[in-house]
């Protein structure tokens, strides 16, 4: 089992990669109209404000400080009032939604004054949401349902989020025949619907909630629908990540970057990349891809310095990871020197010496090893200064986004998020010895406490593989089934089925370590447990129709099998998982299902079928670009065949590379 992986700072998920929904993608639709229409179907003050509305939509996007937020908000207000006067309340109540992301930006902007901004847009959403259903607007209801659930979403109030959005879903639909600026309100709630169900880690309604988005677009002649195809790309694109389905995210991001690049939404541009380049990296064989990817909404959020809240240092570390795998260790370096010398303030240079880190660990050389121990060590120290630390988030010159504390602090502390850090800093190079071990666990244990006392339970579940990791390390099975147990009952009291399928996984895992390390009678105990969850696992994967996750289940119970001395079984569930990786298009995890049904023909005293699966995986391994694997499967290739040029072969690769 893996400790766990942050490809996002602390407090955030992928979708935060994006920001909060800026505008409402309307700017376009709302410039052809006062463009198209005479003085007879629209009047003067109608056609002015219509092109208030598109600047201050517009203002929002390209935004660099905080006093262009403010700006815009103004002119997104000049709008709303002409609207008002003009009697057309459709166009106004897209208008005080316009109001309310400004305040929604500004709330995030601004630090720890942020607060007042953002009780500001729920005071104007509650108002608006009053005086129309006083007035018996529906459409102004579903409008400011709309808005209410953006802002509890912000406020990581979930279940209160996912009810306003269903609310306004339901009144959308009441509304009847409605103009075409309106109709667009329509894919929006889906939309906003969408993005709960993915943070509520309800992957399979997410990706429907996007598929009939985009159904919605594809129905409607919405000449503005840019911005809606590229959230919704980055919708389905997000789903997909956190399933590892990395063919589907490549192939979704493709098709939504055109349209963040037509709408000039630079944010949404820089995740479309940023998620490209993380499933080219995880897929194999497309390094030099990812690395180009990455490098690009690297740049994008160095230009955003507004609302980049640590993402650039994220992408440089993905970048780093790719020209790695893609050997070329000199290009790696450079980057990371690079920004090492400009980055000011504790968040980045953490996130940057823990790029240094895996950097120094990948090219293993002379005094790498040392040098990487040296500077953990050294972030370890910035790290234990807790309170020096936090007043620092605080502080404008850390030239992140500034509304990071406050967006932490909705659901962990600032020390939380310092803990964090700690367990990135500490795991990846701490795995050398017992004690260095030791000191991992306790700063990841420290972790799981402060998460635990904040509330937040995904958090905190997160926080708990980097524990088990480390038990199992330590030669402590039993410890780390039981925080795995743990994190499995967080994540069924959250409803995040898929989440809970994941833990059982470790948890089963666990367990069959814990069985492996046991001689006594309870060790057929702890392998009939491990089979039992697995089993829960593949159909709760099964339920919400998540294939690698099927696979991954199949894997396990070969192992299973393979223990329990059945290598029949075993072949036929690593055949399973053979056919669910190559549906998916994951050929470096082809390679180890196929490696798996290699050993289980080795057990039914088969070797020549045991040598076809060692050639098929070395060829799925090169297919995948991972020399390290490759490496290792000609190896094992060798082993199969009992031959002196495979065992050369081998060797001349491994000196290669």
């Known amino acids: 089992m893996e400790a766990t992986e942050y490809f996002v700072p602390p407090g955030c998920d992928f979708l935060d990669a994006a920001g909060e929904t800026p505008t409402d993608g309307l700017a376009q639709l709302f410039s052809l109209e006062a463009d198209a229409a005479t003085p007879e179907q629209r009047s003067r003050a109608a056609r002015a404000a219509a092109l208030l509305f598109s600047l201050a939509e517009r203002a929002l996007l390209t935004a660099e400080r905080v006093e262009e937020l403010e700006k815009a908000q103004h002119t997104a207000v000049e709008a709303w009032h002409l609207f008002m006067a003009d009697g057309d309340f459709h166009s106004a109540a897209w208008s005080a939604r316009t109001v309310i992301h400004a305040l929604r930006a500004r709330s995030c902007a601004c630090g720890g004054t942020g607060a007042r901004f953002a009780a500001a847009a729920v005071a104007l959403a509650e108002e608006e949401l009053r005086r129309a259903r006083l007035s018996g607007d529906d459409f102004g209801e579903a409008c400011f349902l709309m808005?209410?659930?953006e802002l509890?979403?912000?406020?990581?109030?979930?279940?209160?989020?996912?009810?306003?959005?269903?609310?306004?879903?339901?009144?959308?639909?009441?509304?009847?025949?409605?103009?075409?600026?309106?109709?667009?309100?329509?894919?929006?709630?889906?939309?906003?619907?969408?993005?709960?169900?993915?943070?509520?880690?309800?992957?399979?309604?997410?990706?429907?909630?996007?598929?009939?988005?985009?159904?919605?677009l594809d129905a409607s002649e919405d000449a503005g629908a840019s911005a809606c195809r590229a959230r919704a790309g980055l919708l389905l694109g997000v789903a997909g990540?956190?399933?590892?389905?990395?063919?589907?995210?490549?192939?979704?991001?493709?098709?939504?970057?055109?349209?963040?690049?037509?709408?000039?939404?630079?944010?949404?541009?820089?995740?479309?990349?940023?998620?490209?380049?993380?499933?080219?990296?995880?897929?194999g064989g497309r390094f030099r891809a990812a690395a180009a990817a990455a490098g690009e909404a690297q740049r994008l959020w160095e230009q955003m310095e507004l609302r980049a809240s640590g993402w650039a240092q994220c992408a440089l570390s993905l970048q780093t990871q790719a020209l790695l795998a893609e050997t070329s260790h000199d290009a790696a370096k450079e980057a990371l020197r690079q920004h090492m010398r400009t980055a000011r303030g504790p968040g980045p240079r953490v996130l940057l010496r823990d790029a240094w880190v895996q950097c120094l660990k990948r090219l293993d050389g002379p005094g790498d090893r040392e040098k990487a121990h040296a500077i953990s060590d050294k972030t370890l120290a910035t790290l234990q200064s807790t309170s020096e630390l936090s007043s620092a988030w605080e502080a404008r010159e850390l030239e992140l986004n500034p509304g990071w504390k406050t967006?932490?602090?909705?659901?962990?502390?600032?020390?939380?998020?310092?803990?964090?850090?700690?367990?990135?800093?500490?795991?990846?190079?701490?795995?050398?010895?017992?004690?260095?071990?030791?000191?991992?666990?306790?700063?990841?244990?420290?972790?799981?406490?402060?998460?635990?006392?904040?509330?937040?339970?995904?958090?905190?579940?997160?926080?708990?593989?980097?524990?088990?990791?480390?038990?199992?390390?330590?030669?402590?099975?039993?410890?780390?089934?039981?925080?795995?147990?743990?994190?499995?009952?967080?994540?069924?009291?959250?409803?995040?089925?898929?989440?809970?399928?994941?833990?059982?996984?470790?948890?089963?895992?666990?367990?069959?370590?814990?069985?492996?390390?046991?001689?006594?009678s309870r060790a057929r105990r702890f392998l009939r447990d491990a089979f039992q969850i697995c089993q829960e696992a593949l159909n709760a994967f099964s339920d919400v129709g998540q294939e690698t996750g099927m696979a991954k289940a199949h894997l396990l119970l070969a192992d299973i099998y393979m223990h329990r001395q059945e290598p029949s079984e075993a072949e036929h569930e690593a055949r399973q998982a053979e056919q669910l990786y190559r549906r998916a298009g994951e050929s470096k995890k082809v390679a180890k299902a196929v490696r798996k049904l290699g050993f289980a023909c080795c057990e039914q005293d088969r070797p020549s079928a045991a040598a076809r699966c060692a050639s098929e995986a070395v060829v799925f391994c090169r297919k995948a670009g991972d020399r390290y694997a490759t490496a290792e499967m000609l190896s094992w290739e060798a082993q199969c065949l009992g031959s002196q040029r495979v065992r050369l072969r081998a060797a001349a690769f491994a000196l290669r590379h």
């Open 152 to 216: 509890h979403c912000d406020a990581k109030n979930l279940d209160e989020g996912l009810r306003c959005a269903e609310a306004a879903s339901a009144a959308f639909l009441r509304c009847g025949a409605i103009p075409a600026t309106a109709a667009a309100g329509r894919v929006l709630v889906v939309l906003v619907l969408g993005e709960l169900q993915v943070r509520r880690y309800q992957f399979h309604e997410a990706e429907a909630a996007a598929q009939q988005a985009l159904r919605l």
């Open 147 to 149: 808005s209410m659930a």
């Open 407 to 520: 967006r932490c602090a909705t659901w962990c502390d600032s020390d939380s998020a310092t803990l964090c850090y700690s367990v990135i800093a500490s795991i990846h190079v701490k795995s050398n010895s017992w004690k260095k071990v030791e000191e991992a666990c306790k700063w990841a244990e420290q972790a799981k406490q402060k998460l635990h006392g904040s509330g937040d339970k995904y958090l905190e579940a997160d926080a708990i593989p980097s524990i088990a990791k480390c038990y199992i390390l330590l030669g402590r099975p039993s410890d780390a089934a039981s925080v795995l147990s743990e994190r499995r009952q967080l994540f069924r009291e959250l409803g995040a089925r898929s989440r809970e399928a994941e833990a059982m996984l470790d948890l089963a895992d666990a367990l069959c370590k814990e069985q492996v390390s046991r001689v006594d």
């Open 241 to 283: 990540r956190l399933q590892q389905k990395h063919a589907a995210v490549i192939a979704s991001t493709k098709e939504a970057i055109p349209w963040a690049q037509e709408t000039g939404d630079l944010r949404l541009l820089a995740a479309l990349m940023y998620l490209l380049a993380s499933s080219s990296h995880s897929l």
